[in-house]
């Protein structure tokens, strides 16, 4: 039996399966975006490959198909803010940013369409499709070879998301790119490049017009409770030095007056919720491993009882946020948090 979406999403019901939630996107926010969305293909000239929308547990096109995927928490209201309240990160708040996401996944959509990744040109451009794939990847920030659009320097985890990243970017609605990335010179030959291929396409019929999907909402047995349960990102190394670095940052000097005093790790846990998304959109560092580095701060907090007057808090904020990115660099640059 069909449990009603409104019932079956609240935390009195996380274990019904996803399948069972009736989540579609008719009807919901999700169609509008997508309409407009369909007017920016149609304004770019892209008119020959039409993809197909789905939801699923995340944003992907199955490799050798035009199906675009959605993750399915972004179809209701209630649903990502729970994925926000989980994972601290949502690709796609809001129409906006869920336009982002569908111009990157349409470069997917538009490579795989023509096999552009088999061209030699496009080979010695962005690199070779065989090249592992790696979901931790190391950007270097502010590189000039690569387009920023997605958040994480995302051009940057693999050949394949290099181009969709340089797709996204060309293809965005008044953006002036050539004086976006006039001094990015790397990137800026990628994005002329892009546009020389699209005006040689735009007027063929797609090699590939397959529409199977992967991970189809519909499909789906296991249950929110399931979805979130896991926490990837995790590591099993223990930052070094972690109660130093704590007992240094809310010292305070013998004459501090006294006044009202909150536990430190109440201050870390107000700061888990946009924190990791930050660090991520100008780090690379994965939200889930900055949730995971937070969440053993407070867990050394709470173990060395240490507090803070209430009146310092938004120094100690930016102070904290200014340690979690130190370490995050560091975990980037080398693979450890404190080398």
Known sequence: MMIPFEEATTSAHPRVPIRELGLKIAGTGLEPVIAQFEKELAVAGIARVRPRYYLSTEWGVPEATIAIAIPFYL??????????????????????????????????????AYRLHERKDWVERFGSMT?????????????????????????????????????????TPELDWRKEYAKWPGALRKLEYCERILLETRDRDP??????????????????EQFYQDSPGRSGERVVGLDSMLTTLFSEPESAEAGVRLAVSDLLHRVERDLPGSVFHWTGHLPERTRWLLQQMTERADALALTFRVEREQELTIAVTSLVTALAMNWLQSGRYVP
């Open 131 to 171: 090249r592992p794939y790696e979901e931790e990847y190391r950007p270097r920030p502010f590189s000039r070879e690569f387009v920023h659009h997605l958040p994480g320097w995302y051009a940057q985890k693999h050949p394949d998301e290099d181009w969709s990243e340089t797709f996204a970017v060309w293809m």
């Open 75 to 112: 179809v209701q209201p209630e649903l990502t803010l729970i994925h926000q309240e989980r994972a601290c990160h949502v690709e796609g708040a809001g129409p906006k940013e869920i336009l982002r996401y569908l111009r990157h996944e349409m470069g997917h959509v538009v490579n795989y």
């Open 207 to 224: 090699v590939i017009t397959a529409t199977e999907l992967d991970g189809d909402v519909a499909t789906l047995s296991m249950s929110l």
